[in-house]
């Protein structure tokens, strides 16, 4: 049992990496995209069918349960996915200190939900935070199976669960809501989107835990599960810290602005990175033995996510006031400034990001935590001595920190890894350049475009940067043959795979 066990969680993965990337690049944004659609149809929906103190009832709750879910995996799922030899037993057991975790965390929210009760003089939310507290529980049941999928890079099994769960809660809460459920509707559809979600991963995946074990060579992966939760745990107060700061100085219109900016800069971006990193980490676990390879594929995650996201932010910077007219309104002009030096921050941050992926593939989660703390201790101490010159102010030191601090970080983060900042530079320079350009082009012919309507002037300097974006990479040394290379790498991984072609299991 045990050879076969270690089998199908060692899965073989088709040699041609970077088209089995590309194929589950492709399944994560497709399924992204959907549960973005049906996030909004369902946002939309409900909104007509409960009141707003429904949403504030769980709003209350969430941020705890927010907090409180930074420790139900403990950083586990990541260690298995990291390890490049996996057995059975040591499986089991990061499975069942997930469901320990789980049960702990939902055990001591229950027995704290009369505070939080009292803290709100509701006494309704004693049995809300309960109830909430269980989904803990069972999204850990199925932590090991998501991981172990992830893995061997079964990403269209990972897409149908997520998306029936979100089918399912979405489906639960409308008849919910139907039935006058109130904010109940809200829990109903969180408590059966995630059993279902958690039933699927269980039916995708032939592994089942044994009992735990002594001796399986678990407990390095425990320790590297923990420092990536310290990581999360730190990088969770330093990036809440501007929004706490602000609402305590300028108060909540101030915070509504740049809380406002920030989600809006952040959606797309996002929703691009995400998919692309979560593959890109399994692959290069893989690859952390091949040092030639593994570089040669960070260059070319870098490269990609440049050419995605670095235009974006480059676009947001130059017409931050036509995007946020057009999407939120003239009322909210005030947030354009903020908006523009958060897209200033955002042009780096995305591709700096993925050093972090390489130290966790690279096993070296003890030195990620360090770093995240380095940059936490110092983006705090901007953010405590900028905010009382204004939340523009914050937010342009906000952006010119991160440059400051990239250069040091990276090289201590990079020592020993063989990666140098010249792969970096290799990786983004293209889409960089290319995309500061297209930005100067635009501001400076930006104000010969005048519409009568805001969106239209959106649409044309968005065409306009697109347009002298894609010819700037073209004309790039190596551009054009980057562009091919990508498009046919998008064919060949929409083309289907000969039966003997695909990887072991899929």
Same mark, same amino acid.
């Given at each position: &049992?045990? @050879?076969?066990?270690?089998?199908?969680?060692?899965?073989?993965?088709?040699?041609?990496?970077?088209?089995? #990337?590309?194929?589950?690049?492709?399944?994560?944004?497709?399924?992204?995209?959907? /549960?973005?659609?049906?996030?909004?149809?369902?946002?939309?929906?409900?909104?007509?069918?409960?009141?707003?103190? /429904? +949403?504030?009832?769980?709003? &209350?709750?969430?941020?705890?349960?927010?907090?409180?879910?930074?420790?139900?995996?403990?950083?586990?799922?990541?260690?298995?996915?990291?390890?490049?030899?996996?057995?059975?037993?040591?499986?089991?057991?990061?499975?069942?200190?997930?469901?320990?975790?789980?049960?702990?965390?939902?055990?001591?929210?229950?027995?704290?939900?009369?505070?939080?009760?009292?803290?709100?003089?509701?006494?309704?939310?004693?049995?809300?935070?309960?109830?909430?507290?269980?989904?803990?529980? *069972?999204?850990?049941?199925?932590?090991?199976?998501?991981?172990?999928?992830?893995? !061997? &890079?079964?990403?269209?099994?990972?897409?149908?669960?997520?998306?029936?769960?979100?089918? *399912?809660?979405?489906?639960?809460?409308?008849?919910?809501?139907?039935?006058?459920?109130?904010?109940?509707?809200?829990?109903?559809?969180?408590?059966?989107?995630?059993?279902?979600?958690?039933?699927?991963?269980?039916?995708?995946?032939?592994?089942?835990?044994?009992?735990? @074990?002594?001796?399986?060579?678990?407990?390095? &992966?425990? @320790?590297?599960? =923990?420092?990536?939760?310290?990581?999360?745990?730190? !990088?969770?107060?330093?990036?809440?810290?501007?929004?706490?700061?602000?609402?305590?100085?300028?108060?909540?219109?101030?915070?509504?602005? $740049?809380?406002?900016?920030?989600?809006?800069?952040?959606?797309?971006?996002?929703?691009?990175?995400?998919?692309?990193?979560?593959?890109? %980490?399994?692959a290069m676990s893989r690859l952390q033995d091949e040092p030639e390879r593994f570089r040669a594929y960070y260059s070319q995650v870098l490269s990609i996510l440049g050419m995605l996201t670095m235009p974006i932010s480059a676009f947001c910077f130059v017409s931050s006031d036509l995007i946020i007219e057009t999407l939120l309104g003239s009322q909210w002009l005030p947030a354009a400034n903020i908006a523009k030096w958060l897209a200033f921050a955002s042009f780096l941050q995305p591709v700096a990001?993925?050093?972090? %992926?390489?130290?966790?593939?690279?096993?070296?989660?003890?030195?990620?935590?360090?770093?995240? =703390?380095?940059? /936490?201790?110092?983006?705090?101490?901007?953010?405590?001595?900028?905010?009382? $010159?204004?939340?523009?102010?914050?937010? *342009?030191? +906000?952006?010119? #920190?991160? $440059?400051?601090?990239?250069?040091?970080?990276?090289?201590? /983060?990079?020592?020993?890894?063989?990666?140098?900042?010249?792969?970096?530079?290799?990786?983004?320079?293209?889409?960089?350049?290319?995309?500061?350009?297209?930005?100067?082009?635009?501001?400076?012919?930006?104000? %010969?475009?005048?519409?009568?309507?805001?969106? %239209?002037?959106?649409?044309?300097?968005?065409?306009?940067?697109?347009?002298? $974006?894609?010819?700037?990479?073209?004309?790039?040394?190596?551009?054009?043959?980057?562009?091919?290379?990508?498009?046919?790498?998008?064919?060949?991984?929409?083309?289907?795979?000969?039966?003997?072609? @695909?990887?072991?299991?899929?």
């Amino acid at each position: &049992m045990s @050879k076969n066990s270690d089998h199908s969680i060692n899965q073989a993965i088709s040699k041609n990496l970077a088209r089995t #990337s590309v194929r589950a690049g492709l399944i994560n944004v497709g399924s992204q995209g959907f /549960a973005v659609a049906l996030q909004l149809l369902s946002t939309v929906v409900l909104a007509r069918l409960l009141t707003p103190a /429904a +949403y504030g009832t769980i709003g &209350m709750v969430a941020a705890i349960i927010a907090f409180a879910s930074l420790f139900k995996d403990l950083g586990l799922s990541t260690a298995t996915i990291q390890r490049k030899d996996l057995t059975h037993d040591q499986v089991s057991v990061m499975f069942w200190a997930n469901i320990l975790a789980g049960f702990g965390l939902t055990f001591l929210l229950s027995v704290c939900s009369p505070l939080v009760a009292n803290f709100y003089n509701r006494p309704e939310l004693v049995w809300v935070t309960v109830a909430l507290s269980i989904n803990i529980l *069972i999204v850990s049941l199925g932590a090991q199976h998501s991981a172990l999928l992830t893995r !061997n &890079m079964r990403f269209k099994h990972l897409a149908i669960s997520r998306l029936s769960g979100a089918l *399912i809660t979405f489906i639960v809460a409308l008849l919910a809501a139907l039935d006058d459920w109130a904010h109940w509707a809200l829990v109903a559809g969180t408590l059966a989107g995630s059993f279902a979600q958690v039933f699927l991963l269980w039916s995708f995946n032939a592994w089942r835990p044994g009992l735990p @074990k002594r001796g399986t060579g678990a407990i390095s &992966m425990l @320790k590297y599960g =923990l420092n990536l939760t310290g990581f999360d745990l730190v !990088n969770y107060f330093s990036r809440n810290l501007d929004n706490i700061l602000i609402g305590r100085v300028w108060g909540a219109q101030s915070l509504g602005y $740049y809380s406002r900016a920030y989600s809006l800069l952040l959606f797309p971006i996002q929703n691009i990175r995400g998919p692309i990193t979560s593959v890109a %980490m399994p692959a290069m676990s893989r690859l952390q033995d091949e040092p030639e390879r593994f570089r040669a594929y960070y260059s070319q995650v870098l490269s990609i996510l440049g050419m995605l996201t670095m235009p974006i932010s480059a676009f947001c910077f130059v017409s931050s006031d036509l995007i946020i007219e057009t999407l939120l309104g003239s009322q909210w002009l005030p947030a354009a400034n903020i908006a523009k030096w958060l897209a200033f921050a955002s042009f780096l941050q995305p591709v700096a990001g993925v050093f972090g %992926m390489v130290l966790m593939a690279l096993g070296l989660a003890n030195r990620h935590l360090r770093c995240g =703390l380095i940059s /936490a201790i110092l983006l705090s101490l901007t953010f405590l001595l900028s905010v009382r $010159y204004g939340v523009e102010t914050l937010a *342009i030191c +906000y952006a010119i #920190s991160g $440059y400051v601090l990239f250069v040091p970080i990276f090289l201590y /983060a990079a020592k020993g890894t063989g990666i140098r900042l010249g792969h970096f530079i290799r990786g983004v320079w293209r889409p960089a350049l290319a995309s500061v350009f297209a930005a100067l082009s635009l501001f400076l012919v930006k104000s %010969m475009i005048i519409q009568p309507f805001v969106l %239209m002037s959106l649409i044309l300097n968005l065409s306009l940067f697109g347009l002298v $974006y894609l010819i700037l990479f073209v004309v790039l040394p190596g551009g054009a043959n980057d562009l091919r290379d990508l498009y046919h790498r998008l064919i060949d991984g929409i083309r289907k795979q000969k039966p003997s072609q @695909k990887a072991e299991g899929e």
